[in-house]
């Protein structure tokens, strides 16, 4: 019965939806705002009260959603809460500049109405970042797994991978462009190069700080060298070729938007750069918005596959 | 099961044998000090001694994971060059790969090898000698510290080792896991009859298991003598033949 009980935690984002909208609707609008008026805060949040409420139905039935639930209630709520507090400043009290911070419906009214270009330039830019992502992890993890397992390629590798690891991708962009026959393939080259380094650095490292007994045993066994790279060295830097792989992911998030804007057509990192030029605000934020949440799907997916290659580590290490 | 597999075993034999470490200051130092002497086939040697003394030393030698300075090791006439799977190692640690299963830490030898067949059960066979069946699917860090051990056994075992090195072995494990595991030991030694070599810090346990036993002192490294084990098995601990034996060991030791 207990599991069944009403738990108010439950109804803490319905009512902060319903008084977020109530405010919304009573408050009327601070008279030095002539931009039009939009219906789509309204209509976001109305879908918000709707959703709880099928949620906290479900969940009367679903244990393990009513769990979840539960546990992000108070930060569904508090995010809600600022959403408020935000509109009220801007919007109805216009308490800041209005050009630099738009209230939300100004926002919102961007994805409505830009919906086409963001989707090109998200599309874009995942395209680019996967292109460079994906050939710097590879070089990257090869001259890691070269460079942690032959001496020889050590000594005649690490140095250079060390000389130019630490320049800042960026600093490639004029070379990049004359090298490269397209500013695509020179934003690519430089997406990778910023993935290269560390990728390449913690392969390595991840390898040579492996317990020699591994190898040792692995020799003993009768192992030739190619079974030992693929058995041991790589299994064993996996867990830090993923940690990499974040950092690297994140920092190529960063050189992807200056990438962008070395005369790419498209691309949210151009998106933004060209609507900040010309203060539209609101576009910019909501570029924001879009870059945020394809930075943490991104993550996300990578959660999933380590945590998928990675079960062997639960027990040994704590995430 | 009553399937069985073909039993290897081979003899071993050191000829002045010595291996001296260069430390960082350019200073010498003796691990072994002209080391010489004959295991038969089937035969099992127990080294003990105190720490320092090149136990492990020699056994790295014998696996092939270090080159001697001088002197050489032949395993049935043929010199020990580089490691080979004839000769079998077990650390005192299991070393199980945390990332494979139980089935396939157990599989690597023959994996890597490229011998592998599942249909052979072979892999079971030895899973089972070593009381492990029914945890293949199991990661080491769900084992035991002697189950690991019985899993990092059956690994050295897959490959039909002529000689099965094994450097302290049951040190790292509680008393009572140490006795069991002794009693392991013996009946795998009995049933695939390889020449057993094993490094320990612990008398009785040498007495217990071995054909003889090996006494090395350091300062120089050496043998200092080689003692007969003629008790019959399975050996009681405090008999009076078994306390006489380990009288004159620790004497030895003690110089």
Redesign the interface.
Known sequence: MEKNKFDWHMAMPLIAAAVTLALHKVIPKNSDILTRDYNWLSILLTSLIIIFLAVIIISFLNPVLRRKYIYKSKFITGEITALCIYNLITLKFNLIPPVYFPYPDRILNVFFEEIDLLATCLLYSLRLLFTGVFFGGIVGVVTGILVGWSEKASYWVAPLVKFIGPIPATVWIPIALVVFPTSYAASAFIVALSMWFPTALMTSSGIQNL?K??F?????????SY?QVL??AI??A?PSIFTVFFNGITSSFLTLMTAEMIGVKYGIGWYVNWQREVMAFSNVYAGLIVIGIMCSLVLGIMFKIRDKL?T??K??IKW | MVEQYAQHTGSLKANRLSKIFTNVEGSEMAALNNINFEIKSGEFISIVGPSGCGKTTLLRLIAGLDKPTSGSIELDGDKICSTGYERGLVFQNPKLYPWMNIYDNVAFGLKARSVYKKSDNEVDYFLNLVGLKGFEKSYPHHLSGGMAQRAALARALINHPKVLLLDEPLGALDAFTRVNMQDEIIKIWKNRKATMLMVTHDVDEAIYMSDRIFVMTPRPAKITQIVKVDLERPRIRDSKDFIDIKDNILSIMEF
Do not use: N
């Open positions: 317990e007994s591994y040792e045993v692995s020799k003993t066994l009768g192992a030739p079974y058995k041991i299994p064993g996996l990675l062997w580590q027990g040994v």
